[in-house]
């Protein structure tokens, strides 16, 4: 089966078309995997807005998808000149009414190449932000009335489980099938949980933030400290800096590690980046370059100790012996790091993402559209999309 996989729940626009390979376990070939990155647009606002991230995927996902099916080898132009009939015409319109952009793009796709041989699509229906997940949704329900295909609906936090669980063979990807119960951690800029998961597809969380994800907290104390846009890499950057050196953070920058101590897998990030803020209150002018890398290490560790000691006491309450790990901020290397030391030391198995499949991509998308196709999982005729959607319990 080929399919096609379209992720725009927040600020990278991500297309990818898979290749499913014959065998009992799932198995698939990378046929075209693109991203459009809006971080140099909201770098300049400082975060994400939702409907400018909502037009920069209006006017990007058009392209990119007719670019990755060129990739993949699957656009063929048309030699007739078959126009759409009135009816999907009026079926599109009113599908795209809010998007003119994307109709008039879309349109051009349809009426100047064949219907690709894929066999379904999938798409991020949440969550995230609406506006943002609107476009993809209604475009993925477009593709998906004219060629008539099958439509995936796919939460984005299982796209991040699934995607830890992606193995490198030569050229291809294999989803290995840890040993159950596992227990995953995500962490990502909207989310902060850990889930234990049962049987093939049965979600239950047992833990989560009660205010700020981990991603969202990196990112306020990187603009704190002057730092970009996204500032999760940009933290991790200067702790390596003061790391490398062997500075520890001097007294006056020691944070606290928030609910270490609650005996619950719950977490609360806000108190610690109220905290970074009276420090560079305290300090009384602009930090230097070196005090700032020190902050940043103490906030990297802060963050990642409270990580690993509740990770540890997920494993055993769950009696894991694996370990997924997944979201945008997994890809932090000191985080890596003491997860691969704990799942040593506690004996676990340990899924990671390739560093570069750790933030938004339409692989992760496409590898859990494939997984559910895989469980017979019925596609939809119309996909709602749901800001906040918590994984599935079913089992
Ligand atoms: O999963 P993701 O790409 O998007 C969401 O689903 O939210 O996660 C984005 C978050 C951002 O907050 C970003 O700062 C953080 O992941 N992040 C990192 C690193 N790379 C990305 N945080 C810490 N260290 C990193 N290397
Ligand atoms: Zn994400």
Not at 73 to 89: M, V, W
Request: aromatic share 6%; glycine share 8%; with cysteine.
């Amino acid at each position: 089966m080929i399919l096609l996989a379209i992720e725009t729940s927040c600020d990278e626009t991500a297309v990818a078309v898979l290749k499913t390979r014959r065998g009992s376990t799932l198995s698939f070939d990378v046929l075209s995997h693109k991203i459009a990155s809006q971080i140099d647009i909201h770098r300049e606002f400082g975060g994400v807005f939702p409907n400018v991230a909502k037009r920069e995927h209006a006017k990007m996902l058009p392209q990119l998808i007719a670019y990755a099916l060129e990739e993949a080898g699957l656009l063929t132009e048309r030699t007739n000149d078959k126009k759409l009939s009135l009816e999907l015409k009026k079926k599109l319109a009113s599908l795209l009414e809010r998007e003119q952009e994307t109709l008039q793009a879309l349109t051009v796709i349809f009426e100047g190449i064949q219907k690709p041989k894929i066999g379904g699509i999938a798409v991020t229906a949440g969550p995230g932000l609406a506006p943002a997940l609107w476009v993809g949704v209604n475009t993925a329900t477009a593709l998906s009335t004219v060629w008539n295909l099958p439509l995936y609906p796919i939460n984005h936090m299982e796209g991040h489980i699934i995607v830890s669980l992606l193995r490198k063979v030569y050229s291809h990807y294999e989803v290995d099938e840890p040993k159950r119960p596992t227990v995953a951690l995500l962490v990502s800029g909207g989310h902060t949980e850990f889930v234990r998961i049962a049987g093939k597809r049965g979600y239950t969380i047992i833990g989560s933030t009660r205010d700020d994800a981990v991603g969202e907290a990196f990112d306020k104390v990187a603009r704190m400290l002057g730092l970009p846009y996204p500032g999760g890499p940009e933290i991790g950057r200067l702790a390596h800096i003061a790391r490398k050196e062997n500075r520890l953070p001097r007294k006056a920058f020691i944070l606290p590690r928030p609910m270490l101590h609650s005996k619950d897998l719950h977490m609360s990030m806000s108190g610690l980046k109220t905290a970074v803020l009276h420090r560079i209150k305290d300090v009384g002018r602009e930090l230097s370059d070196e005090e700032k890398s020190e902050l940043a290490l103490e906030f990297e560790n802060a963050v990642t100790d409270v990580l690993i000691a509740k990770t540890r006491q997920a494993v055993y309450e769950t009696n894991s012996t694996s370990l997924i790990v997944g979201g945008g901020v997994s890809a932090n290397s000191h985080l890596r790091e003491r997860l691969e030391s704990l799942a040593k030391e506690e004996n676990v198995t340990l899924y990671l993402p390739e560093k570069t499949l750790a933030g938004d991509n339409g692989i992760m998308i496409g590898a859990t559209g494939l997984f559910h196709a895989k469980l017979k999982e019925k596609a939809a005729k119309k996909i709602n999309v749901r800001s906040s959607w918590p994984l599935p319990e079913k089992n």
